[in-house]
């Protein structure tokens, strides 16, 4: 059976955030060297919004919109109504704040068996997903 990895919007945000040298390395490598990475239209979404807003140094929109179009090459986990409600009712099992529910169920909904992400505990399993912190030293 094959690994499917789901990859949180912040790796790929840090790929292109260069005040953030060490971690942009790291994501760089992540996104080249892990086969069968899986985002969802989340992901998506918070990427354009990051990396043209919320950088420091933000990146240009075309250039915004080429990495995003490089981005759909990969399976996208859309966000449904059934997704949705799968999402809250992790956020209230859990604990996590919706956003992050949705990452993980969508990372379930596409069978990954990790989930990549800066923004839940390193090592915890959700839904069948271990979370892994690609940052963690």
């Known amino acids: 059976m094959t690994s499917r990895t789901f990859v949180d919007t912040n790796v790929f945000v840090y790929a292109f955030d260069a005040d953030e040298p060490a971690k942009r390395a790291i994501a760089l490598g992540v996104v080249r060297d892990t086969p069968d990475l899986v985002i969802s239209t989340q992901v998506l979404g918070e990427f354009f919004v990051a990396v043209t807003r919320k950088l420091a140094r933000p990146i240009p929109v075309g250039d915004a919109v ?11 986990v859309p966000t449904d109504l059934t997704l949705v409600r799968s999402a809250l009712a992790t956020a209230r099992m859990h604990q996590l704040s919706y956003w992050d529910a949705l990452v993980v169920e969508a990372a ?27 940052f963690a030293a």
């Open 66 to 76: 080429a990495a995003m179009e490089e981005l759909t090459t990969l399976p996208v």
């Open 108 to 134: 379930a909904t596409a069978g990954c068996d990790r989930l990549l992400t800066e923004d839940l505990a390193d090592g915890a399993e959700l839904r069948g997903v271990r979370i892994e912190n690609p």
